[in-house]
């Protein structure tokens, strides 16, 4: 590692990991502490309901050191086993990721047919309950934030086809990119597991997983589920009574999850969330400008997160991601399977302010013009356009 010092910060612009506030990385910096004394169980006590409130529920919050993968693992081992039906929707990496996995675990996963460039549609997902009127699917798996594509699935019209179908399927979503920077509401919403991760919207480095928990999915794990022992709910809950863990929880990030809490919190959720969809307008703005494609169809659907742009035919995306981390010291999301070289991510959430996100959207304009892509001028102008008179 010779490389010159660069002046500067790095531009973090990936959909996830997210740029760490300074207050975050210091609280993480305190010395561990007992995990089994009175300080920690103080902390956990205080923090399961705040993280709570980022899901929009009161029911159990399982806390994992894990990445997001060991969250999907977790979602999956409880309430479901080997055999079991479940769906999923080929929209998206992660979608299908998640499907793999589930089909790994012994779940007869299906991935039904979808479009990368929409969300999953409400009327395929009642059309799919209402075809299986034995009721064997035992469980719906959908990606809100699906970060491969910029595409955001309307999980309360998804929740109302699983009603109008009267089927009895678990509703499992995805928020590992939504949650801390999309509006989300596990228990207005009817979601039975929330699987979330620490390092997008929530401000943190990776190393933390979620499972938000219905009463309906404690009582299918009560009853069944699968073999399971590390991400096994009910030693986690019986523990947590008293503040503790069954095991050696990840002291400092909890220390960081706090902190970055208390921060969304006093920006409130609602300003927050308000935040990531103008930053959302502003980047869409630079994008059509610019002549370029944003690669959602659906404007309902629109990600406020992040923003997956479309090259031109013939160009590489990922030459575009080189010239501008080489030049401008920026890293920029890859296309992920089918999309890769095909189009680029500019990742707007966590902690983002508007001069940060022009900053990332002028080194954007310029890496498309030095890796001679073939853009009108101007997007940036048209999101400065957005930011300036806009009030936040
Ligand atoms: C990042 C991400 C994952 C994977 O999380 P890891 O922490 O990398 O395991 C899964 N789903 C979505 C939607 C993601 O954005």
Request: proline share 6%.
């Amino acid at each position: 590692m010779n490389r010159p010092h660069r002046a500067g910060r790095h531009f973090l612009q990936i959909p996830g990991p997210t740029n760490v506030p300074d207050r975050v990385l210091h609280a993480i910096a305190q010395p561990t502490i007992d995990h089994r004394g009175p300080d920690f169980a103080a902390l956990t006590l205080d923090l399961l309901p705040a993280v709570g409130r980022m899901f929009g529920t009161a029911e159990p919050v399982i806390i994992y050191p894990s990445s997001g993968t060991g969250a999907w693992e977790a979602a999956l081992v409880n309430v479901l086993s080997a055999g079991d039906r479940v769906l999923a929707f080929d929209h998206g990496h992660f979608a299908g990721l998640w499907h793999e996995l589930a089909g790994r675990l012994g779940l007869a996963s299906e991935l039904v047919a979808g479009d990368w460039r929409r969300g999953v549609d409400p009327a395929v997902v009642h059309d799919r309950l209402s075809a299986d009127r034995r009721h064997e699917i035992r469980a719906v798996m959908v990606v809100h934030n699906e970060t491969s594509t910029g595409v955001a699935s309307r999980i309360a019209e998804i929740r109302a086809a699983i009603d109008a179908a009267g089927h009895p399927a678990l509703l499992l979503v995805d928020v590992i990119s939504a949650l801390g920077s999309i509006d989300y509401r596990h228990d207005e919403w009817g979601v039975d597991v929330t699987v979330g991760g620490s390092q997008k919207g929530l401000m943190l480095p990776p190393g933390l997983g979620f499972n938000a928990v219905s009463a309906k999915a404690l009582d299918a794990a009560a009853r069944g589920g699968g073999p399971r022992s590390y991400f096994d709910w009910a030693p986690i809950i019986a523990a947590n009574r008293s503040g503790s863990y069954p095991y050696t929880p990840a002291t400092n990030l909890l220390f960081g999850l706090r902190e970055s809490i208390a921060m969304l919190e006093s920006e409130t959720l609602s300003a927050v969330f308000a935040r990531h969809r103008r930053h959302g307008e502003a980047t869409r703005a630079a994008v059509h400008a610019w002549g370029l494609e944003v690669l959602c169809h659906d404007e309902r659907e629109y990600s406020p997160a992040l923003t997956a742009v479309v090259m031109p035919e013939g160009h590489d995306a990922d030459a575009v991601r080189s010239v501008i981390l080489e030049r401008f010291d920026m890293s920029l999301g890859a296309g992920l399977g089918r999309l890769t070289g095909r189009v680029f991510r500019i990742g707007h959430l966590g902690d983002l302010n508007d001069l940060m996100l022009a900053g990332t959207l002028c080194g954007v304009e310029m890496g498309l013009t030095l890796a001679s892509t073939p853009i009108a001028p101007g997007g940036v102008l048209a999101a400065l356009g957005r930011l300036g008179t806009q009030t936040p």
